[in-house]
């Protein structure tokens, strides 16, 4: 009889620990009822029948319905929004004036075409360049030219590796 206990007890922490570990990762759109932080609660208040509940009521097979949204071009209120062609030519007309006065607002003095803003290559660096770092003061051991000062020679001619 103790046997039948133990396995059952055994049993029993499994399943909670099954339903404990399938609660806590499940997605909260699929919880049904209550919230899903509430659906631990209960698996881990009510050991075995926290877990029964929640396999049967609180765990969804889909998400809800409400966390689904269509795809913008699905909306008919998005597609209904289509401008014609003469329309759609006269609001592009317009949004590339809108960019030539900004361009000019921009950059004055700089002249424009009628296809828009110059290429950004011809425009010049937006801010100016960084300055050179000064050049470093000659050092007559370290002579420009690679070879090595007159003292530094060796008896052989060739110059002395540092």
Request: net charge negative; no cysteine; hydrophobic share 40%.
């Amino acid at each position: 009889m103790v046997r039948v206990v133990i396995i059952g007890v055994v049993v029993a922490v499994a399943f909670t620990l099954y339903a404990l570990v399938d609660a806590a990762m499940t997605e909260a759109s699929r919880a049904r009822g209550v919230g899903k932080p509430l659906w631990i609660l209960i698996v881990v208040l009510l050991p075995v029948i926290g877990g029964l509940l929640w396999f049967l009521i609180g765990k969804g097979t889909k998400p809800a319905e409400s966390a689904r949204r269509p795809a913008p071009d699905d909306d008919p209120r998005f597609t209904g929004t289509r401008l014609s062609g003469p329309d759609l030519d006269a609001t592009v007309r317009d949004l590339e004036e809108r960019l030539r006065e900004l361009d000019a607002e921009t950059y004055p003095g700089e002249e424009r075409g009628t296809t828009g803003a110059a290429p950004r290559e011809s425009r010049g660096p937006v801010h100016p360049p960084a300055p050179e770092p000064p050049a470093k003061p000659a050092d007559p051991a370290d002579p420009a030219d690679g070879t090595a000062p007159e003292g530094d020679r060796r008896a052989d001619g060739d110059a002395a590796q540092p």
